[in-house]
């Protein structure tokens, strides 16, 4: 009788400190994801802080496009002669920077199955549309090169080789652009420039070129407008984490 007793104790002994280990193991399993996952929240805010920044500069920057079509579109309803302004304003219209979201944290979460480790629904919510809307918009961060291409082969290459020497340009797309001028050119012979550029404003085509690429730019810079909308929802959502 001693002896089941015993064995009853033993028994219930090893049961408890399989249940308590078990235990232990779980709460420091859940103390790791709970560190895991505070650490996941720290750099989806870093990654859209910087989206944040990014998108601010581009609208700046497509602005500033913007600003120098129209300069060319008024150009060629009042025909005057060629100047450094209009040059400048003719190159810069076709300058293009790229802009691409941070998804190296996100697409580790999908990929790892460490979503789960957000428990806020809503921010998972948050993250998903705010890249899903990243991506529909992605043709729209991409103006046609139509224009480009017609532009700079009118502007004498000797010119743009000056433009890119001494002035801020997007030709390396991986480099952030410097801003837009005033910058430093000598010797254009803007007569000769002048003679070039006239047939373009008789092509009704390069006007709705440039036309169109100006309604482009405005798209662009409405849907940044809406990309940081979301990027500011969902940085007040990891703010309540």
């Not at 998972?124 to 809307?133: A, T």
Request: proline share 4%; charged share 25%; net charge negative.
């Amino acid at each position: 009788m001693k002896t089941n007793t015993r064995l009853v104790g033993e028994f219930f002994l090893i049961v408890i400190g399989v249940l308590v280990a078990l235990m232990v193991e779980t709460a420091l399993e859940s103390r790791k994801d709970d560190s895991l996952g505070d650490e996941y929240i720290a750099r989806i805010k870093d990654d859209i802080t910087a989206d944040r920044v990014a998108i601010e500069n581009r609208i700046d920057f497509f602005s500033d496009v913007q600003s120098f079509s129209n300069d060319v579109l008024v150009w060629l309803q009042t025909e005057p002669p060629v100047d450094r302004d209009l040059l400048l304003a003719s190159f810069y219209s076709a300058e293009v920077w790229p802009f691409i979201t941070i998804v190296s944290t996100y697409d580790d979460l999908l990929s790892t199955g460490n979503i789960r480790l957000l428990e806020d629904i809503d921010l998972r919510m948050g993250l998903s549309s705010y890249h899903n809307k990243a991506n529909a918009s992605r043709k729209g961060w991409n103006p046609s090169e139509d224009y480009r291409e017609i532009i700079r082969g009118v502007i004498p290459t000797d010119i743009q080789a000056q433009l890119r020497r001494n002035c801020p340009t997007t030709d390396n797309m991986d480099e952030e652009p410097t801003g837009f001028p005033p910058c430093t050119l000598s010797g254009v012979d803007y007569d000769e420039l002048s003679r070039l550029f006239r047939p373009l404003q008789s092509d009704v085509q390069f006007q709705r070129t440039l036309t169109y690429r100006h309604s482009e730019v405005g798209v662009m810079i409405y849907l940044l407008t809406q990309q940081a909308v979301y990027a500011d929802g969902l940085l007040v959502q990891i703010e309540k984490q």
